[in-house]
C-alpha cells in the first residue's frame, strides 16, 4: 500500500458556482466555491482540485480569478483543471497560482501537448485527467466532462501518458462519478498496476468505508471526493479517522 | 506595533504568490524585490525558487543578487532559503552539471536517492514528516513551535548534504533513506520543502521566522 495517501476534495465549478453532476452530467448548484474551499482547508484537506466543467465545452476557464483569490488564505497545493488547451493557459494558471494543472481533452487531441508542457514546466506540475467509462471488458476514454467518446483505450492511455512525462493521473470513473455508490475498484486497481506515477481516485465516494475498501484494494495514491463532503455525509477528519483505524497512513 | 518588512528575493524562479500571501497572513509585510537597497534595509528576507539549480545562479547573477545576498546574511538578520532557496546556500551542485553555489553553507546538492527495494519515485511529491534530529535541536529555531515529527510538503529531486552534521535541522524519509530536509547555521535557514504550501504547520514555521525578528 502506497505512503501518506491524500485525501483531495474536489471542487466542480460552473461560471461562479460549486456544482455537483452524476456521471458528470446534470448538475446542480451547491453554493460559493470559496466557502466549500476554505471549510475544506481547515477541515484538513491535503490538496484542493479545481475543475471548470463547462471550460471545455465552451473554450474558456473562470477559475483564474477564484484560484488567485484562493491563494490568499489556503496554503495547500491547487491544482486546476478544465479547458487548458495552450502552454500560455498553463502559464497562467500557474501565475494566478495553480501548482499543478489537469489536462484532458487537449492531450487526447495532441498527446505532445503533455510532453511540452511537462519540459517546460516539470512533470510535478502536469496531471494527466482521464474520463473513463466502461466498455464491455475495457474502458474508453471520454473528453468534454465526459460527454465525448474517443475510442481510446484508457489502460493504453494512461501509460502513454506516464511516457510523456505526467507526473500524476487523475482518474474519473464516469460510471460511478456522483453516484456514491463506491470506486470502480476494477480500474483503479488496473491503472495503478499499469502506471508507476501516482494515481488520483476520482469517482463513486459515498461513505469512508468505501474509500478504505478502495485504498486497500486498488494502489492508488490518492482519493478525490465531492458527493461525500459536499452533501455532509462524511467530513475529512471523518475519512482519516476511518483509514487511520485501518492502518492506512494519512496526515492527520 | 510595525508590521516586520520581509524582503522576498525576485530573481524570475517560480511563484511567489502563496509566499506572499503566507507572510501577510502571519502579520509580516512581504515586499518582492530584487533592489539592492530595499533588500539590506529589510527585517528579514526569503529566498524563494523552484527549478533548476543553474538557471537560478545564473538568474542571481543577471540581478546581480549574489553580493546583496552575501551582505544580507552577514548583518545577522534572519535568512531563509526554500527549496531551490535552500540548495543554492550550499557550494555546489551536480544538477545536470556541477554548478557551483553560494557556499553560505558547506556541503553539496545530489540526486535524491531512493533504494530499490522502495517503490517511492522521483522527483519526492507530497506530504511526509520532518524530524528533530537531536533533542531541543529545534529550540528557538522555526521550528520552535511545531510538533516533533510535522508533515510538511515537498517537491524536489535533489536534496542538500551538508558536510557539517551540527548544520542539519531537520531530516525526512523517503525512498528507504534519510535526507536533510532543513538546515540551519546562525541565522541562515533553509526548508526544501514548502511552508506556504503545508497548511498550518507552514504557517506556525514561517510565524516563529519572523519572530526570529529583532
Redesign the interface.
Known sequence: MPHNIRIIPRLDIKGPNLVKGIHLEGIRVLGKPEDFARNYYKAGADELIYMDVVASLYNRNNLFHLIEKACEEIFIPLTMGGGLRTISDIEKALRAGADKVAINTQAIKTPNFIKEASRIFGSQCIVGSVEAKRKGDSWEAYIDSGREPTGVNVLEWVKQMEDLGAGEILLTSVDQEGTKKGFDIDLMKKVADRVSIPVIASGGAGSPEQINDLIQQSGVNAVAVASILHYNISSIPGIKDCLNRNRVEVRM | MKKKRISVIDYDIG?V??IL??L??VGAEPVLSREDKEILSSDAAVFPGV?AFSVGMENLRRYDLIDTIYRFVETGKPFLGICLGMQILMEESEEFVLTKGMGLLKGRVVRLIVEKSC???I?H????KIEEPEEKRWKGTIFNSIKNPS?V?F?HSFMAQPSDPADILSTTVYGGNAFCSAVNRGNIYGCQFHP????VT??RILNDFVGLIK
Do not use: F, H, T
Not at chain 2, 511529491?125 to 511526509?128: A, D, Y
Not at chain 2, 506556504?196 to 497548511?199: H, P, R, T, V
Open positions: 511563484n504568490k502563496s500571501r503566507a501577510e497572513k527549478g517503490d517511492e519515485k522527483p511529491v507530497g506530504w511526509n508533515s510538503y517537491v506556504e504550501k503545508s497548511a507552514g504557517l
